[in-house]
C-alpha cells in the first residue's frame, strides 16, 4: 500500500456549497469511496493563517500568523519540514504564499514562480500570484509536478472558488458553479490517483460570505469540507476532525513522527 498523499485544498469553499453541488465528490461519497466531514475553520477564517493551521497544525493564535499581510517565513515546523526531514519528496503547486510561509519571504516570481530546489522545505514547486490562476492549470501545474518528481506529499491549492466568491458572494450561481467547475476537474485526476493508491485529503481553508468575504462564525464561512479516500482510513463516520489536526493526520499517513495534534481514529492502522 502506498502511504503517498495528495492533500488537496479548495481556497475558499463553504461546505454548504461542496455537500449540495460537487456531484463527483458526493458520488465518491456514495460509494463509500470517500468520507465526508464537515469541520469548523479556526478564527479568523483567512487565507494566510489557515494554510499555516492546515500545514503545520497551530491556530493563527499560536502562530501568530494572524492576517494575509503577514509576510514571512512560518516559525512552526510545518509538514513540509516534518516529511524533508525524514528523507521524503515535497512537492505543491500552490499560491505563492505558500512559497512565503515554507521557503522564501517575500516572495520573487523570476526566482521562486518555478521552484526546484531539493534543499527547501518545498522542494519542487509551482506557485501562482493572481486569485484567477485557472484551476484546470493549476491541476496540470500538480500533474507535472507528479510525474516529474514522484512526491511522497503534494500540495494542491486552487484558488477560483474563493476568488467567484470575493467577486460574487456566497449566495451566487458564480460562487456554486465555480464550485462545480473544480468538482469536474477533480473528475478529472482522481481516478487514476486512487488508482494508483494515493491516500487524498481534500478540505478548504475557509468558506464564504454573502459580503463578498470571510473572517467570522457564519455557519457557510465557517463550516468547510473534509473528503478522505484511500486505503489508510478508517472511514470511521463518527469521527470528529478539527482543523489543527490535517496536519498531524498528513503526517501520521506518511508514518512521519511529530508532536502535531491528530485524529488518529480517521486511521486504521495507528503509527
Ligand atoms: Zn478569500
Sequence with gaps: MSRRVIYIVLDGLSDLVAREHMGYLLALTEANIATHYTISCELPGISRPLYECLLTGATPVESGVLHNQV?????????????????????????????????????????????????????????????????????????YLRRTYDPDLLLIHPMNIDDAGHKFAF???????????????????????????????????????????????????????????????????????KQTQLCGLVADILKLPHDKPNC??????VP
Excluded at 221 to 239: I, N, T
Aim: charged content about 25%; overall charge negative.
Design 71 to 143: 509576510v514571512r517565513l512560518s516559525k512552526q515546523t510545518s509538514l513540509f519540514d516534518l516529511a524533508r526531514s525524514q528523507g521524503k519528496t515535497t512537492a505543491a503547486a500552490a499560491y505563492h504564499w505558500v512559497s512565503e510561509l515554507y521557503n522564501n519571504a517575500p516572495y520573487d516570481p523570476v526566482r521562486d514562480r518555478i521552484t526546484c530546489a531539493p534543499e527547501l522545505p518545498i522542494q519542487y514547486g509551482m506557485f501562482y500570484h493572481k486569485d484567477h490562476y485557472p484551476d484546470d492549470h493549476l491541476f496540470l501545474d500538480a500533474e
Design 171 to 241: 449566495d451566487s450561481k458564480q460562487y456554486r458553479n465555480q464550485a462545480r467547475m473544480t468538482d469536474g476537474i477533480l473528475s478529472n485526476w482522481l481516478p487514476s490517483w486512487l488508482e494508483q493508491g494515493y491516500q487524498i485529503v481534500i478540505t478548504a481553508d475557509h468558506g464564504m460570505n454573502n459580503d463578498f468575504s470571510h473572517g467570522g462564525i457564519l455557519p457557510e464561512e465557517r463550516q468547510v469540507p473534509l473528503f478522505v479516500m484511500g486505503e489508510v482510513f478508517s472511514h470511521d463516520k463518527f469521527a470528529s476532525p
Design 264 to 269: 488518529r481514529t480517521m486511521l486504521k492502522d
